[in-house]
């Protein structure tokens, strides 16, 4: 009886493929709120920019706020921007966080939105996060 367990153990395979995950540094650009609400039109949405065309294109969102920015020009052979906008919130305090880890497969962008601890203005906004990070050539999947 022994012997035959002892056998079963030999033979059952051990996972040794676990995926190993790894924090990819960051450079913020902005993070902040958009003020007007749903005047400006813009809806919860995340985006991975790889080109000075789509980057261009996603700035006017950012007219009013831009002037904050680390950096507006950005060399997309060396980079590419993660940009995160959360929906629009009916009072202060909300802020969205973003955690970029990668493995063998994918890069992983986490965004986490961050609730107001206590009481909180009562003014509408819109929180936005935008980092770059080194280029890369794995899939990026949002959480």
């Not at 609400?37 to 991975?48: F, I, K, M, P």
């Not at 994918?106 to 980092?131: E, K, L, W």
Request: charged share 15%.
């Amino acid at each position: 009886m022994l012997f035959v367990f002892s056998l079963f153990l030999m033979n059952c395979n051990s996972d040794d493929s676990e995926t190993i995950s790894t924090t990819i540094e960051t450079t913020l650009i902005g993070k902040g709120n958009l003020h007007g609400g749903s005047s400006q039109g813009v809806t919860q949405q995340n985006h991975l920019i790889n080109d000075e065309a789509d980057w261009n294109a996603i700035l006017p969102i950012f007219d009013t706020v831009s002037h904050s920015f680390t950096e507006t020009n950005i060399d997309f052979s060396m980079f590419t921007v993660i940009v995160a906008i959360d929906q629009v919130r009916p009072n202060g305090g909300h802020e969205l966080d973003i955690a970029i880890n990668s493995n063998s497969e994918n890069v992983i962008v986490t965004v986490t939105d961050i609730s107001p601890q206590g009481q909180a203005t009562t003014v509408i906004t819109q929180p936005y996060h935008i980092v770059k990070i080194p280029k890369n050539t794995l899939p990026v999947i949002f959480q």
